[in-house]
């Protein structure tokens, strides 16, 4: 007797709109993301909305989107600031150099697993 084993995580109970919801809503934050390379506040609102619909992820593949999004902006953050601390020794143009692409890099592998159903691993 063979056992088929689904390749997803446990969906926690979501019913297929709550999971769509938590889609769309993990789809908007990475754009907020993005958008913060234009106007920095909109990382600042994608990150308000994963600490509120954080628990409503737990159990579901888009758990690790919001873990991936919240370390982002923090680590994004952290550097930073280092980055701009650190502009007075000129060090600091090339640590927000990186910290931009770095940040480039996790948007985008964030959005496309998105796209393809898949957790960021790892978180």
């Given at each position: 007797?063979?056992?088929?084993?689904?390749?997803?995580?446990?969906?926690?109970?979501?019913?297929?709109?709550?999971?769509?919801?938590?889609?769309?809503?993990?789809?908007?934050?990475?754009?907020?993301?993005?958008?913060?390379?234009?106007?920095?506040?909109?990382?600042?609102?994608?990150?308000?909305?994963?600490?509120?619909?954080?628990?409503?992820?737990?159990?579901?593949?888009?758990?690790?989107?919001?873990?991936?999004q919240i370390r982002s902006f923090w680590w994004g953050l952290?550097?930073?600031?280092?980055?701009?601390?650190?502009?007075?020794?000129?060090?600091?143009?090339?640590?927000?150099?990186?910290?931009?692409?770095?940040?480039?890099?996790?948007?985008?592998?964030?959005?496309?697993?998105?796209?393809?159903?898949?957790?960021?691993?790892?978180?």
């Amino acid at each position: 007797m063979t056992d088929i084993v689904s390749s997803e995580p446990a969906a926690a109970g979501k019913t297929a709109e709550e999971l769509a919801g938590l889609k769309n809503i993990a789809m908007v934050v990475y754009a907020l993301q993005a958008l913060s390379f234009l106007w920095g506040v909109t990382a600042i609102i994608g990150i308000v909305i994963n600490y509120v619909k954080r628990e409503d992820a737990r159990g579901t593949l888009y758990e690790s989107h919001f873990d991936w999004q919240i370390r982002s902006f923090w680590w994004g953050l952290l550097w930073s600031v280092v980055g701009v601390i650190l502009i007075f020794v000129l060090v600091g143009f090339f640590v927000l150099f990186a910290t931009w692409v770095w940040m480039i890099y996790r948007v985008v592998k964030g959005w496309l697993k998105l796209n393809e159903g898949k957790p960021v691993m790892p978180a």
